[in-house]
Nanobody, 126 residues
Framework: VQLQASGGGLVQAGGSLRLSCAAS????????IGWFRQAPGKEREAVSC????????WYENSVKGRFTISRDNDKNTAWLQMNNLKPEDTAVYYC????????????????????WGQGTQVTVSS
């Protein structure tokens, strides 16, 4: 399995970005997708996750109402729409995939994820 994250960039506070995570190598099992971020000097944290079947989602409290996670299993692609961005959202964002037999399971811990893409930098200026 390979994951390719893209869509990061520099944006002013209040602006929007849409991150994409293109996956290849998925088998017939379900793969939950998670977006994580790591800011300088901080630990990696989960931002938003979606179940393999797409029916369940989870958001970290600080991004609720601003970020939306989605996926298209036919295209093996997931997205993270980020609106009303704040300087504290500045970080390297990673997408990750977890293989599961439970289509509604949402993993929120990085240890649950088996595959990781390269990061994409998001910088929000004030």
């Amino acid at each position: 399995v390979q994951l390719q994250a893209s869509g990061g960039g520099l944006v002013q506070a209040g602006g929007s970005l849409r991150l994409s995570c293109a996956a290849s190598g998925f088998t017939s099992d379900y793969y939950g997708i998670g977006w994580f971020r790591q800011a300088p000097g901080k630990e990696r944290e989960a931002v938003s996750c979606i179940s393999g079947g797409g029916g369940n989602t989870w958001y970290e409290n600080s991004v609720k109402g601003r970020f939306t996670i989605s996926r298209d299993n036919d295209k093996n692609t997931a997205w993270l729409q980020m609106n009303n961005l704040k300087p504290e959202d500045t970080a390297v964002y990673y997408c990750a995939a977890m293989k599961t037999t439970v289509p509604l399971w949402v993993g929120t811990m990085s240890a649950e994820y088996d595959y990781w893409g390269q990061g994409t930098q998001v910088t929000v200026s004030s």
